[in-house]
Structures are given as C-alpha cells and as structure tokens.
Nanobody, 125 residues
Framework: QVQLAESGGGSVQAGESLRLSCGYT????????MGWFRQVPGKEREGIAN???????TYADSVKGRFTISKDKINNILSLEMNALKPEDTATYYC???????????????????WGQGTQVTVSS
C-alpha cells in the first residue's frame, strides 16, 4: 500500500514563493504518473500538474509559468515549486499517485488511487 505525505504548506503574501514536498513509499511508485491537486471548500478538486515516468509534464493554465513540478526518484519525493503566488492559489494541496504509468493530459483526478492527507496553502493580498 503506497503512502504519501505532503509538507511545506503555510501562509505567505501575494507574490511570494513556497515549495511543497511529497514523500512517497514504494520502490515502484516513481514508475507511475504522479500529480498535484488542490481543493477549496465547496469546490471540486482541481488538477494543477502531473509528471509521468518519462518526465512528461502537464500544467493547468492557472499555474503555468508559475509552478514547477519535479520528481526525485532516488529519494521518492515529488515537489511543487510555487512562485508568484496569488490569493486565488489559496487551497489545500494534495499529491497523488496514478493507477497508470502515463498521465491524463486533462489533469483529471479519477485515475489516482493513492492520496496524501493534504497541506494548507494560504496566500494573502
């Protein structure tokens, strides 16, 4: 059973940066598509970035150019570097591992079978 745990959330001012990390278990986990999602209470979970086993990356338009996803296969860490943060980036952020090796270009959440507990990011204006 793969386990994921996010860290690095916090409260920042608009324009500042944060780096989220997600430690995951399982020596084969890096073979799978992995992604970052976020959710605001009362809204659907939004896929914001994913990366497959070959390093192919997809970003949501809302974060493209500001966020960078990366995967450290040696240490089993999925990261999300977030720059130029905006108040609308405020959400609980989750990392997840897909059921598949290839990622869904549409950043849907239905193909993900393992999730972390989430970490809160709050951006004030």
């Amino acid at each position: 059973q793969v386990q994921l745990a996010e860290s690095g959330g916090g409260s920042v001012q608009a324009g500042e940066s944060l780096r989220l990390s997600c430690g995951y278990t399982g020596y084969t986990s890096s073979w799978y598509c992995m992604g970052w999602f976020r959710q605001v209470p009362g809204k659907e979970r939004e896929g914001i970035a994913n990366i497959d086993r070959d390093g192919k990356i997809t970003y949501a338009d809302s974060v493209k150019g500001r966020f960078t996803i990366s995967k450290d296969k040696i240490n089993n860490i999925l990261s999300l570097e977030m720059n130029a943060l905006k108040p609308e980036d405020t959400a609980t952020y989750y990392c997840a591992r897909s059921l598949y090796l290839q990622c869904d270009d549409g950043l849907g959440s239905s193909e993900y079978g393992a999730w972390g507990q989430g970490t809160q990011v709050t951006v004030s204006s």
